[in-house]
């Protein structure tokens, strides 16, 4: 937690990322854990980008409703492309747009820790999941990432990476939004996109081809040293 989690929710805070604690995050979700969306966050949303076409708070409600019913990362991702269409109240069809794909700054991206979701599909006696942290955009969790740490024996970005995998399996429906997902180990940080095995999980690297190591980051370095 201490020698990866935080850093790494540090460095997305000093990129513009709001820190949405455990606690908080709950309640986003009306207290349930069985939501997987901030869903004050995507109405929001759905009325900033698309209120100008006529779509009302009623017509998101609705929106956000379908959102719920969706078990296919395919069709979400269409959703996400602005391909879908939807019938608003006043009878008109209109394409729906859940963020603004031009400009970034006038997005929300936002960053919890410990999100906690009630399993679907139990393997064992487990009752919920616990991502380490996951990524949002105006409340839609595109993003999982679990932290390792190489000071404890089998903490490694490639038991993370199963952890991400028995995720996938039992708990779904946060994956169908899903378009990468992160395990690191404060070392090195490989990502993947949605139902990847471990063999298709690339390493980061920087833009010349050098891979990335966290540990060398100022951030990640400076609070080893603190801490």
């Not at 201490?2 to 979700?29: C, M, Y």
């Not at 269409?78 to 747009?97: C, M, R, T």
């Amino acid at each position: 937690l201490h020698s990866v989690e935080i850093p790494l929710i540090k460095t997305l805070s000093k990129l513009g990322w709001e820190f949405i604690p455990q606690n908080d995050n709950l309640a986003l979700r009306g207290g349930s854990e069985d939501e997987v969306f901030l869903k004050e966050y995507v109405i929001d949303a759905l009325l900033k980008y698309n209120g100008s076409k006529g779509l009302t708070k009623e017509d998101a409600e609705t929106i956000y409703r379908k959102l719920n019913r969706l078990e296919n990362n395919e069709e979400f991702y269409a959703w996400l492309k602005g391909e879908k269409s939807q019938k608003l109240k006043d009878g008109k069809s209109v394409s729906v747009e859940f963020f603004d794909r031009w400009n970034p700054e006038n997005n929300r991206f936002s960053v919890t820790q410990q999100f906690t979701c009630t399993i679907t599909k139990p393997e064992d006696a487990k009752k919920n999941i616990r991502p380490d942290l996951v990524l949002f955009l105006n409340g839609i969790p595109l993003s999982v990432i679990e932290c390792k740490f190489l000071g404890t024996e089998g903490s490694t970005y490639g038991e993370g990476i199963k952890q991400l995998e028995r995720y996938q399996r039992t708990t779904p429906k946060l994956f169908y939004p899903n378009v990468f997902n992160i395990t690191t180990d404060g070392l090195k940080l490989k990502y993947g996109a949605t139902g990847s095995p471990e063999q298709y999980y690339l390493e980061w690297k920087y833009d010349d081809g050098t891979p990335a190591e966290l540990k060398d980051h100022s951030d990640f370095q400076a609070y080893a040293e603190e801490n």
